[in-house]
């Protein structure tokens, strides 16, 4: 499981190493943004298939809307639409908000915010059970999973009912700068591991190259200490 990527090719290579054979790929959204490489990065998401949900970063960067974003995520942005073809944007702006798949009899609902705001909810690792538990009998889900806080959540109630987030592939918030992903197995309607996951990746080069772009150097900075 992996979400908000934010056009960090390295670090999405990374994962995907690390990870090994998967049968399938689940994608909480947020795929362009912040990093260097947004053609590059919906290029390997579409050949990795699976299942990838809008996030509010691709929204925003497919319609050139920053709207209620600090100045260098505006700047961000706004460098991203211009970079993205009229064929990529039609791509982003057609992913779906929610999706879910049913494996081996274990019910998954992916999307970037919450349930009940599907891309822009922020929905923090000390979020009220009441409200996670909400959130898993509205979608009937075994798993709920989410991403756009850029990090890692997993809350358990009971066996087969599961919220987790990911953290971010590529652009960790909880001061740790590794790339951020979470693995899950599953048999005959049971889930045998759910578990996050880290990996190094070469962050010079992604910061070096976030200078290069011209793009803001706190946002090559960050990188460095997983904020």
Request: charged share 20%.
């Amino acid at each position: 499981m992996l979400a908000d990527i934010h056009a960090n090719v390295p670090a999405l290579t990374a994962v995907l190493e690390a990870a090994g054979r998967v049968d399938l790929v689940l994608n909480a959204g947020d795929i362009v943004d912040y990093g260097p490489w947004p053609s590059e990065i919906i290029s390997m998401v579409k050949k990795l298939g699976g299942v990838t949900v809008m996030g509010n970063h691709d929204r925003d960067c497919a319609l050139g809307t920053s709207v209620g974003y600090n100045p260098f995520a505006r700047i961000s942005c706004q460098w991203t639409h211009s970079r993205l073809s009229a064929a990529e944007r039609a791509h982003i702006l057609g992913l779906p908000r929610s999706q879910e798949v049913v494996v081996e009899g274990v019910r998954i609902h992916i999307c970037h915010g919450s349930p009940r705001d599907l891309l822009d909810e922020y929905v923090t690792p000390d979020y009220p059970a009441k409200v996670l538990e909400g959130f898993i009998a509205a979608t009937g889900s075994n798993v709920l999973v989410l991403g756009h806080t850029h990090l890692p959540l997993l809350r358990s109630f009971g066996l087969n009912r599961h919220v987790i987030n990911p953290g971010s592939v590529g652009q960790p918030r909880d001061g740790d700068p590794r790339a951020s992903y979470a693995m899950l197995s599953v048999d005959d309607s049971s889930i045998l591991e759910l578990r996050h996951a880290r990996t190094t990746y070469d962050v010079s080069q992604v910061a070096d190259e976030i200078i290069k772009a011209g793009l803001p150097a706190f946002l090559a900075e960050r990188l460095y200490y997983g904020l």
